[in-house]
């Protein structure tokens, strides 16, 4: 097939190793990020949400021809945001995501899936983010404190989105969820709701307290059974280590310690686990006016 | 400090390089699981898992000293099996847990935290184990269609442990449960309910009819709505493969096709999270007579 050269801007990137694609590549890592204020994002599915939900923040859309022709909705969200999207060849998208940063799997480097775009950081602000949150009214939130795994804190974010939770909090030393692994499980959601990180845990919770919101954590040894409680209309599900769940001064402080019943052998639930069947819990009991669309176990 | 040698025997490894490391890091192929007839279990907790549930099926216990140390219950349960435990070097552990086979993530070289086990594949056969569930009563099964990841694989075994599901089957080309990944990722959950393979859906479709098992698959355009329908009491919950959900043909032949309700902007679940929400939301609704053991968000 022939077309048209891109008329590249600056100039075209046809090096593996060139400076540029060095750049991308090093966004994989937190301080590049912090340094630039840029993110990298991984993959038709959640480039598709960073264009359609955050367009303003997008700045870059590097694309295969072969992911052009199979996406022709990218190109034309990204025209649509003022971006002028370059196609690059396949090794140019591979070196772009590839990366040898902590927080980037193995698996990261083959799956790109042909596109790549470039996009401000978020304001991510935490205590910003709760001062926008209405004074009254249902609320839902999930405090993630010290999750440390970027695919978790992606698959966390999505469930979050599909519960209709209002807002994400990442306190501690949990991952980045700007990272590309973490933006790339999260499908997309991380572009979907607010996701905002830094939060000192005392000052949180005490910030929650001020809102209104009760702060419910889970806990094997509570008295309280997830299935038998009425939830509070405005909470905020708090999230442990992957190793060793919440904390017992959080658990301490928590307006809420709810055990998950159990009835099988297993001795406990991974922490995406716990969170899904906390968040869709809370959904239940306040099911009603939420959306009918589209739903399923697709995409992984 | 000094500790009276090993006897080992047959003899003591004390290279990585060595036939017996070699044979043991072949089993995280496939091939290899099916050639030999044996599984490796990597870690600690699956290895606990192994020895508390299946201690007939175990056949070689290596620890490091750390390890030894730090988990004295696991040489306990073993010598209680007649398994005598090998101490081996950290580097050792490490080489066996090392492998190039597809199913085996670039994590799992570095996290096999001093603990290996070698033991028999168990037997799997799917229709004997339908035929070994009683005749009436409720009961919960899963069944996966090409969920292609072991860490997913893993993931949906451990958590339909926790919901207490009786029966997991794996149909199609699915991951293998029996592979070190997931059997990692499903924290032992593997060893505690029945886990078969091999199942031909359509055949498996019409035993399950036969047994007097509904079946229900996940869809975004069906019209029962998860949270408002009254769940069947012998109900196999089907999920398909991580990208495409399940296949219209095997929707079709469902007799319950269920909309789990999304609330945010999230097109879809993943197919841990759309599995888990279906399986507690089951649990719920037979809520009663569960046990109320240890519950929480702990282990990764």
Known sequence: MTRLPERPDPAPITSPRSDRVRRIAALSGRSARRRTGLLRVDGPQAVRSLLSERAADARELFLTETADAAHPELRELAE????????????????????????????????????????????????????????????????????????????????ADAAGADLVVLARASADPWGPKAIRASAGSAFHLPVVTGAPLPELLEALAARGIAVAATSGHADADLFELELPGRLAWVMGNEA???????LAAADLAVRIPLAGRAESLNVATAATVCLFETLRQRHGGIRTGAAGSATP
Chains 1, 2 share one sequence.
């Open 80 to 159: 649509r945001a003022g971006i002028r999207p370059r196609t690059v060849a396949e090794e140019i998208i591979r070196a772009m995501a590839r990366s040898d940063d902590a927080d980037h799997g193995a698996d990261d480097v083959a799956t790109p899936q042909g596109a790549i775009a470039v996009a401000a950081r978020p304001a991510d602000d935490w205590s910003t983010a709760l001062g926008a949150l209405p004074d009254s009214g249902p609320l839902t939130l999930l405090v993630l404190a010290e999750v440390r795994d970027p695919g978790n804190v992606g698959t966390l974010v999505r469930a």
């Open 244 to 250: 060793r769940g919440v904390d017992e001064e959080t």
